[in-house]
């Protein structure tokens, strides 16, 4: 599933785009959580086609992406990300979206249109 | 290769730089993603884990380039974990509401370190927690 399909399911805005090229990128699997230490416990593999889907609008979102290897996060319930993770986003090259739709109604029009678990 | 890091308690706005920076020069030395990965989570839950539950202490990192091994050392200054076994246990924590709010204590730290690392020793007094993982 194209990245800006997934978006549009849930008509997702932008608050960082590392590279337009992202938007065409394939993602299989998402992970959602609020819990930075479930996403660390239980992400397994496919990291590099999986998405991040959380309601923790806070840096140390941004640093579990980085250890384990996102490049894009989802933030839900309409967080729009601080100009501090958004900085921290750049820096590593991680691209942020925000929904106004809750945890659940995020995950399940995403699950909706073929994206899996991860 | 060997590098010393200080971290100091309950220092929340700079938790996670010594992970980030220690993958970053893992990455250029061209160190492969999946022990990469592997390396990057147990220390960054590691260095978590000292921010909320200890005193401070020292973070070291070392590269083994003959053997292609990386040893990550934590030694804090206490209070120690009183009951390691039940800290062994998924699910359980005792992380304040502080750490919760960066979206820390699930309960899942030491469980997940283990998985991911090949070599897990972990001893605990009052005085401090000595933790050592080696992956390779």
Known sequence: MKLKDILMSVKASIAYLEDESILERQYQFAFASDLMSDALALVREHQEETLFITGLNHEQTIRTAEMLDFNVVIFVRGKIPSKETVALAKANGISLFYTEDTMFQACGKIYEIGVKHS | ?136
């Open chain 2, 1 to 136: 290769m060997k590098k010393v890091f200080t971290i100091e308690k309950e220092d929340f706005e700079n938790a996670g730089i010594v992970s980030s920076q220690i993958k970053k020069t893992l990455k250029l030395l061209g160190l492969e993603t999946v022990i990469l990965r592997r390396v990057s989570i147990a220390c960054y839950e590691a260095e978590i884990n000292m921010i909320i539950h200890s005193n401070g202490g020292k973070i070291t990192f070392e590269l083994d380039e003959d053997e292609g091994r990386v040893i990550l050392s934590f030694d804090d200054r206490g209070p120690g974990i009183e009951n390691l076994e039940q800290a062994m246990q998924p699910g359980w924590s005792t992380a304040s509401s502080q750490a919760r709010k960066l979206g820390f204590g699930a309960g899942m730290g030491l469980v997940n370190m283990k998985r991911v690392a090949d070599e897990f020793d972990i001893h605990s007094s009052k005085e401090g927690t000595h933790l050592r993982m080696v992956f390779q």
